[in-house]
């Protein structure tokens, strides 16, 4: 008998943490998704939608840094996909608008004033600090152990607004190290896949790294 109708496997038993059994799905996100880091591949279990389990890996080979003006379009594009994500449409298509301008400057300035427009607006909604407030923090120990870049420290929140601050300095975009993937699963144990996404797309994963060693799964 077919387990899988359409593709879709059944969900199987598994115990929660009161000890009564919940159906168990597993599920892989990516790598195509909208609002999604390019590459990346989730594996989870989940229970309700709450992630239970997950291991990350990356397909394909990074992207080379390209120049000052692409960092910029790809910083901005992580931004888009963060606010929409967060269903704050509005400022998405604002940041859209800025990363689709920012491709095609060419030897043009970047509007400057557009990203600092958008900055103002991100850093001034009460809603979207009140929403992301508490979301995932990370200490700059756990930075360092889970080899984040070390502007990933504090929560949700924290990381959005360094991101759109990145976007909107001057200075050049492209030396963030590229995050190693064996990690990504352990930091969205225990979120519904909705906060999990927030979460990801916090880190602004501009490039992706496979460790070189069999990858483990999180677990709850």
Same mark, same amino acid.
């Given at each position: 008998?077919?387990? +899988?109708?359409?593709?879709? =496997?059944?969900? @199987?038993?598994?115990? &929660?943490? &009161?000890?009564?059994?919940? %159906?168990?799905? *597993?599920?892989?996100?990516?790598?195509? $998704? =909208?609002?999604?880091?390019?590459?990346?591949?989730?594996?989870?279990?989940?229970?309700?939608?709450?992630?239970?389990?997950? #291991?990350?890996?990356?397909?394909?080979?990074?992207?080379?840094?390209? %120049?000052?003006?692409?960092?910029? /379009? #790809?910083? $901005? %594009?992580?931004?888009?996909?963060?606010? /929409?994500?967060?269903?704050?449409?509005?400022?998405?298509?604002?940041?859209?608008? $800025?990363?689709?301008?920012?491709?095609? /400057?060419?030897? &043009? =300035?970047?509007?400057?004033?557009?990203?600092?427009?958008?900055? #103002?607006?991100?850093?001034? +909604?009460?809603?979207? !600090?009140? +929403?992301?407030?508490?979301?995932? =923090?990370?200490?700059?120990?756990?930075?360092?152990?889970? @080899?984040?870049?070390?502007?990933?420290?504090?929560?949700?929140?924290? !990381?959005?607004?360094?991101?759109? %601050?990145?976007?909107?300095?001057?200075?050049? $975009?492209?030396? !963030?190290?590229?995050?190693?993937?064996?990690?990504?699963? *352990?930091?969205?144990?225990?979120?519904?896949?909705?906060?999990?996404?927030?979460?990801?797309? +916090?880190?602004?994963?501009?490039?992706? !790294?496979?460790?070189?060693?069999?990858?483990?799964?999180?677990?709850?």
């Amino acid at each position: 008998m077919d387990m +899988s109708p359409g593709g879709i =496997p059944l969900a @199987g038993g598994g115990e &929660d943490r &009161d000890g009564l059994e919940m %159906d168990v799905l *597993k599920v892989r996100l990516g790598p195509v $998704l =909208p609002y999604w880091p390019a590459g990346l591949v989730l594996h989870c279990s989940l229970q309700g939608d709450v992630v239970t389990e997950a #291991r990350a890996e990356v397909l394909g080979a990074a992207d080379e840094a390209g %120049d000052e003006t692409d960092a910029r /379009a #790809r910083a $901005l %594009d992580n931004i888009v996909s963060f606010l /929409a994500l967060a269903g704050w449409e509005d400022a998405a298509a604002q940041a859209r608008t $800025l990363r689709d301008a920012a491709l095609g /400057a060419g030897e &043009d =300035p970047v509007d400057l004033r557009g990203l600092e427009r958008l900055q #103002r607006r991100v850093r001034r +909604s009460r809603l979207l !600090r009140w +929403s992301l407030r508490g979301l995932r =923090p990370l200490t700059e120990e756990e930075v360092r152990h889970q @080899g984040l870049p070390a502007d990933s420290a504090g929560d949700t929140y924290d !990381r959005l607004v360094r991101m759109v %601050d990145r976007a909107a300095a001057a200075s050049r $975009l492209g030396d !963030r190290p590229a995050v190693r993937v064996e990690h990504l699963g *352990k930091l969205v144990v225990g979120l519904d896949l909705a906060a999990a996404r927030l979460v990801l797309a +916090s880190l602004d994963l501009h490039e992706l !790294r496979a460790h070189h060693a069999q990858h483990e799964a999180a677990h709850g």
